[in-house]
């Protein structure tokens, strides 16, 4: 028996897509970093009847009635994202990252203002100022970029020097290709030189930081974070804006989110928010952030032996970013499709300063949550990376690549994604 009677019985068409789906996530690998598998639980939670409910406004000031188990549910999702990033406030009703982002950047900023983000092709996201988003005829976004691509440490003395020039309101980290940590004392320290909010979105890592696998921006001193729910997090598809302790500026944000910019939370959403941030708190979810990179780090080792350039050297977080044009001598593109072939899922992806266009890049990029979640191991890991390797240096071999796409069939049986985590 399915988990979509209902669907199968009244919408065959509909049905057809969803087992589609099931079966696609069952038997393929997903390597791509900002993707991963959510609990039954969570699941549940988001296909709840909290759907069929309105409460714009906040816990306990509503414009409709009817808000005793909302009020409940949100106030759950709160505090429970408060006490999972030790900070003040907490947003939960942003319907994505990008949401997030724009509320977050209107909240605190006038038209004409200026950010001051991390290149795109360093590793930033569209979000943070690129030019085909209607962001950039509202603010005017300027650049930081690594001080060198090999190492990937930022170049912060070039950075204070825009910072001095530019005089930014928003000094903004965060990243949605960038393997490495950021040292987050000097973002505070040139945000507050030049007196501006210093912002991370943590879209990415916000499961890692949530796991302390990493350090928390919060306590190098940053003013807001925001974030997705549905990356490493591991919950429902949707946004998260935190801040650390001031009341003026979480106010502005409630007020920016609603009714600056959305209508009526999708409480059934925040139900599953509340759920898979319940999930986050467990100790369990410590150690899967932690395997998280030392299954990044097993990958790392494979693809350095093989002589492949990994972008910033390799990985101190849950990606890597492999040049496997100037390595290999095949495009991103290629690449994506040729292991989409062998049941690998992941995306081509511009590496620093790439000569090559945005849709046929030079290089991939890949990562470790959602195989972690399927409990995969280093071993495993090593393996998964001798296997891309192999598909791409026997890219014309269609025996080679059956036989790849076999025991990755075998090795996703062998790890089914698991239903509870707790
Ligand atoms: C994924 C991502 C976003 C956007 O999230 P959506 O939920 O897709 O809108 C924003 N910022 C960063 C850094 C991201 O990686």
Known sequence: MNDYGHVQKQDPEVFAALEGEEQREAEGLELIPSENYVSKAVREANGSVFTNKYSEGYPGKRYYGGQTFTDQVETLAIDRAKKLFNCGYANVQTLGGANANIAMYFALLEPGDTVLGMDLSHGGHLTHGHPV???????????????????????YDEMREVAKKEKPKIVLAGYSAYPRELNYEKFVEIAQEVGAYAVMDIAHIAGLIAGKAVKSPFDAGFDVMTSTTHKTLRGPRGGLILTRESEEIAKKIDKMVFPGL????????????????????????????????????????????SSIRLLTGGTSNHLLLADVFGSLGIGGQEAETLLDRVGITLNKNSIADDTRKPMDPSGIRFGT????TRKFGEQECARVAELMVDAMKNKGDDTKLSAIREEIRTLCKKFPVPESFV
């Open 133 to 155: 988003t209607y962001l950039t005829k509202i603010f005017n976004f300027v650049r930081y970029k690594m001080k060198d691509p090999n190492t990937g440490e930022i170049d």
């Open 369 to 372: 949550p959602a195989i972690t």
């Open 262 to 305: 959305q209508g009526g939370p999708h409480m059934n959403n925040i139900a599953a928010k509340a759920v898979a941030f319940g999930e986050a708190l467990s100790p369990s979810f410590a150690l899967y952030a932690a395997q998280i990179l030392k299954n990044a780090k097993a990958m790392e080792k494979i693809f350095l032996a």
